[in-house]
């Protein structure tokens, strides 16, 4: 997984970008970004005001959401702020260029450190129970064909015996989430004051998917997991395991309501009054429904995690 993601002519350093296959809610509506230029604003407000206030964009793709939270930023704010695009793959041509773009997290971040689908793209073990009810490695080759390797064992047994609970019986599948867990606790460790978000598909301990999540995904369409650099390998995040103390999970659909993105109609006397704004206002109503369905966007996890303020979204 990570050799086929980012090693030399992996997924993720292919030239048109993880948009070329598949579609986040950054690319699903601006008001996903103005919500997070929101949230930013809020984190400002909670940290007094700074003369320079950071915003890391974690796992940029091609800069989307960075770009889209500087344009909706107020004036005086976006001149404060300090944006930084962290990603492995190239700086984009003609990307703005109060963006700094780096290949790993900045350090002493004061601001916002926000990981749109990053966790889900941290590559994880595989296991597999065996007639016995023995967790076993799944090992696979470059061409995706399975076989069941050693025993779990160690720090990764210790992580599926707390993290994903149950019977190991023959055929149940499991991703070891510890590797998650690290990474998402190795960028909470360079935001001095401010707050970290991570935003992923999700589950929790007590509703884990028996056969696991793991995945593909190749020009929009989902597709077997091969492991040859051709496709997105992907696997939902145990977003419980990697709270860290004063960390809470809550929905997508719970955390956009509450940075003020709402599906609602317009009002139909809009229409006669005003049927071009009628008609930006339903736009807009579509988009918001979409990014906070139920089913859909709207359930992927938001794990909101406080470093010396309180949590600016109201937990």
């Given at each position: 997984m990570e050799a086929a993601l980012y090693g030399p002519g992996g997924f993720y350093r292919r030239a048109e970008g993880?948009?070329?296959?598949?579609?986040?809610?950054?690319?699903?509506?601006?008001?996903?970004?103005?919500?997070?230029?929101?949230?930013?604003?809020?984190?400002?407000?909670?940290?007094?005001?700074?003369a320079s206030l950071d915003f890391v964009d974690m796992a940029a793709g091609r800069g989307e959401l960075v770009t889209g939270v500087l344009a909706a930023l107020p004036a005086d704010l976006a001149a404060r702020t300090r944006a930084y695009a962290v990603e492995i793959a190239d700086r984009p041509a003609g990307l703005d260029h109060r963006i700094e773009w780096l290949a790993e997290c900045p350090k002493g971040v004061t601001g916002l450190l926000f990981a749109n689908e990053w966790l889900d793209n941290v590559p994880?073990?595989?296991?597999?129970?065996?007639?016995?009810?023995?967790w076993r490695l799944v090992l696979v080759r470059q061409d995706g064909t399975e076989r069941l390797g050693e025993p779990v064992s160690g720090a990764a047994a210790e992580w599926l015996a707390r993290w994903w609970p149950g019977p190991a019986e023959e055929g149940l599948r499991a991703e070891i989430g510890l590797p998650r867990d690290t990474a998402w606790a190795s960028v909470v460790a360079r935001v001095e004051r401010g707050l970290a978000v991570a935003v992923d598909y999700a589950h929790t301990a007590d509703a884990r998917p028996p056969f696991g999540t793991l995945t593909g995904f190749r020009e929009g369409r989902e597709t077997a997991p091969v492991p040859d650099g051709s496709c997105d390998i992907t696997a939902h995040v145990a977003l419980d395991a990697c709270a860290l103390p004063g960390g809470r999970t809550l929905t997508q659909r719970d955390a956009l309501h509450a940075l003020g993105v709402a599906g609602a109609r317009p009002p139909l006397a809009l229409a006669t009054t005003d049927p071009a704004a009628y008609v930006r206002a339903l736009a807009s109503a579509g988009e918001a429904a979409e990014l906070t369905a139920p089913g859909g966007l709207g359930d992927f996890g938001w794990l909101v995690q406080p470093v010396g303020i309180l949590d600016p979204l109201g937990g």
């Open positions: 993880p948009a070329g296959h598949f579609r986040t809610s950054v690319h699903a509506s601006p008001l996903f970004t103005e919500a997070v230029a929101r949230l930013l604003g809020r984190v400002d407000e909670a940290l007094g005001r700074p994880v073990e595989v296991a597999e129970a065996d007639p016995s009810g023995v």
